[in-house]
């Protein structure tokens, strides 16, 4: 007995001594706030102050050494950020996640994001001679110089993994990511087709989009291959271990409307919620330049910013630069398509996929004139009847100046500056605001926009054989909208349909207005502004439209006459909602519930139960709730599974009140005033590790009660389910308020911390602050803030 004890206290004392082993490795791999560390690489010394929450304030006697320093700052905080940000734009995640990830390193190489990185990188950067690229070449060499030292973050000790040397081409790659967003056109175009072809264009009306004249007419089984492409997009996208862009808001009021006679600037990103979160942020200091900015992982300017003089703020700018066409296969010949009045050979490309743990996986990528065949990338869509589908997109046909237009945005000296750098931003859609000491005040809609023949609707997809409806170019950027100082002293943007420009609309996938509006009506609500009541603004989460389709549309219709007493009690409480979707709105809760059941009487006999719940979260159907739910002869009403009934929207409305109820008494129990909005509608920052248990209780962040809703300011993004729980899928990745009165101070907040280093006091500082709609200041000098930590880089 006495030696198992000494046996037992012995291993014991070993797993003890382990533990304690590890856990000072692990500490020895966070990142150096204070002290002094020698970097080969630099000209002078560098001081990098960090404030409490971990924002460094860079002090540099040049350029270079400000570059260099931001790169090796960046990388001891976001390294592991930045490789699988390269790694999903390269199509390389299985190489390091093994074979589930194959599908995503397909879909990444057919979409071409690394190959234009690698083409604009040849074209711009195979000389460095212009300021840009010697800037970016300082960041870089800093990225590579912690790479170096070999004190790499804990999740590439638990991979087993050491990344390679970061280049020019991963910038543009990085850059390439977030144009992800723009890829909503291989979710939606195949689901209107379908629509179309199934159901026809009466339906297409009611959900804002005329079919116009054409028409493919699809066989039946085509029609349900559509349903396969929309799922194997969705099914893949959903694997991505990295935040993609959804949506944002941002405005910019002028000195004639501000308190303090100075301009006012404001912006919040939406992004899918991540950990860590997509900005990182930092201050720039060397002789002649000032920029406090939000910076991309392995991209060396700031993507909003703002120094003593100006700043900028973005939104998405979601025109349509994405076209599906259906090519004509010959039979008799695989390797052949058609091409106006002849066949033509497929080009194809070969690549190598290397998989952790098996054999590397060869992948043959078909393309056409237009661009790759999906039927090669979705692995739900093995043939599309005997046709392919092929994609064409903006980003094959363009070698970017992203990186330099960035540049220009960072070093800008004053407007006409900024200006000249907006015909830059290629890649991107974007609706950039832009505001400055000066009281100038802009919006310009940016990007390459596509030019198409007057016949086609590209929410279609299109005959690609006639060679009757292929892109005629791109429209000249003087043609992009904008506005500039306008009379009533405010620009605003929140993903919304921009106004024509000389007759011409830009298709595209905007978002219903209703974020839009609501900013335009609290500014019109109010003579003067200020920071303070910008707060407002931002963290407004009044749902407008869901409030009125309560009090018009579904109250009229019920009656707790003879119904239980929870649901005499839930009709109460729906009178007593102000339409506010805070964390202890009980109608929230009964709202959110109600519409799932709503849509899925509306629409789930006509898209069939593959593609119900798919649509029912969509950018189409979301965008015109307001529509349908507004009228009562609206063709959707009807369920075409009982031809025999004609089916009103009361009807379908009825029955779904009922449902949400009796779910809701299911899954809260029967005291309604106990139903919170907070307990269901909850936020949780997932880790790329943090996706399996137990990593999920070392890595992720949250949950956290979460006030917002859907199409609220304060966008907290959800998918409506049956389950009545909601987890907050994406919502601001940042806050930026300031009031051009006073330049070198500004209110901002990011959702968790400035840190991926689990180890890092900065890994989560800020996500209870954020969740609570509060903000900190950021200053543009290290002197005007306490607590400070110095970090001295000094040349080797």
Known sequence: MKKFTIISLSILLGLAILLVIGWIYLKSTAPVYKGELQLSGLQQEVKITYDEFGVPYIEAQNAHDAYFAMGYTHAQERLFQMEMIRRLSSGKLAEILGPDLIPVDKSMLALGIRAMGERSAKKYFSTIDAPFKETS????????????????????????FKPMHFTPADIYTTIGYMSLTFSLALNQDPLITKINESLGNTYLIDLGIDSASITLNFPDEDIQVLTGINQSYQNIFDQIPVPVWEASNNWAISAKRSKSGKVLLANDTHIAYAQPSVWYEAVINYPGFTMAGYY???VPYAVMGHNDHMGWGLTIFPFDNMDL?????????DNQYWVNDHWENYQSTAYTIAVKGEEDVIYNLRSTRHGPILNDVFPDVAVFGDQPISLWWALHHIDSESVEALYQFNT???????????????????NIVYGDTEDNIAWWGTGKIPKRPKHVNPSLILDGASGNNEVLGFYPINKNPKSINPENGFVHTANNAPPRVDGVFYPGYYYPGIRANRIETLFESEELWDIESMKIIQNDHFGERDYYIVQRVLLPLLNSANESETYSKTIEALKNWDGNTDINSTGAVIYNQFLYFALEGLAKDEVGVADFEKFANSLLLKSNIDRIFNDPASVWWDDISTPEIKETRNNILKIAYDK??????????ADVNSWKWGEVHTL??????????PFDKIFNVGPFPKSGSNEVVDKEAFDYNADGVYPVKSGPAMRLLMDFAKPDEALTIIPTGQSGNIMSPHYADQAEMFVNGEYRTIFLNAENFKNKAVLRLKPE
């Open 137 to 160: 070449m300082a960041y870089l060499d800093g990225i590579n110089a912690f790479i170096d030292k070999d004190n790499l973050p804990a999740e590439f000790i638990l991979m087993g």
């Open 296 to 298: 991309l992982a392995g």
């Open 325 to 333: 066409y259906r090519e004509k296969q010959n039979t008799e010949n």
């Open 412 to 430: 800008a000296k004053n407007f006409e500056e900024f200006n000249a750098a907006i015909d830059k931003v290629d890649l991107l859609g974007l």
């Open 660 to 669: 949400s109820i009796a779910a809701l008494e299911k899954q809260l129990g």
């Open 684 to 693: 949780t920052h997932i880790h790329p590790i943090g996706r399996k248990a």
